[in-house]
């Protein structure tokens, strides 16, 4: 048998002070992202205000991103280093069970307005692929992604996101995308970066929190980008076809219930 030497306080201190100097840098990242954020909606509000097709790019933008969500925050639950981190793993779940439906959220606001879902964007094709790719044996990279994805239309961009929203053609009926990720009611973009904070990570899970968010802020701004300014880049690969919806999906978008979506985050926020 072999014996452990007890952690020394000095040690278990100095291991604290550490995590915490990590979750600071986690927070500055998010921080950076709404700077950034708040940048491209000024300097695209600047030019011309917001125009339907911007926001057709936008919603349709949010579709290919958030469709199937639920399984990267199931895969990470499913990892062995949550095998002692039960909160962690019962909060990644309902987290998943909450997002799920918020891709059919995009499409009905798009609906409404009588517009089609346009193909994937590049760009969020590029953060499928790097993010399913590593998410089984690199969970907290995605969910540094997720902590940045939760928090960025808060802080500094919290002004210019609303001021988006005064677009003449916006009305209750095609912004229930937008509000639901204003995070008035249930603070998302704080509940993440608690659970993680509260989860008593190691400075290997916490540093790929802290890259994860700095991959998630340039993939997701450049996503951001494409939907604003049409004519970057990015835009010259875009597929000259609509999103394919099938019947069966066509009846989800068109079925979705905004209140059954409030009702699963408050008993997520309650669980």
Known sequence: MFFVKPESARGARSRCLIAQESMNDLIQVI?????????????????????????QRYLS?????????????????????????????????????????????????????????????????????????????RPFLRLGAACVLENLSGGEAREETRAALRAPFLNAANTKFLVLHQHEALPHGDQIVEAMAASSLDKTQIDDLVLGA???????????????FPQVLAARVDAAVHAGITRGERKEIDNVDIGELHAVAMRTAAA
């Open 31 to 55: 921080r950076d992202a709404q700077h950034e954020f708040a940048l491209l909606l000024r300097r695209a509000r600047t030019e011309a205000p917001l125009s339907i097709e911007q926001y």
């Open 61 to 137: 933008m949010q579709y290919h991103l958030t469709r199937g969500v639920q399984t990267y925050f199931m895969r990470a639950a499913a990892h062995r280093d949550l095998v002692r981190r039960k909160t962690l793993r019962k909060f990644l779940f309902n987290f998943a069970n909450e997002e799920e439906q918020h891709y059919l959220v995009a499409a009905n606001d798009l609906s409404r307005m009588g517009l089609p879902i346009l193909s994937e964007p590049f760009d969020v094709t590029l953060w499928h692929t790097y993010f399913r790719s590593i998410v089984d044996e």
């Open 214 to 228: 700095k991959k998630g802020m340039v993939l997701y701004l450049r996503m951001a980008e494409w939907a604003l």
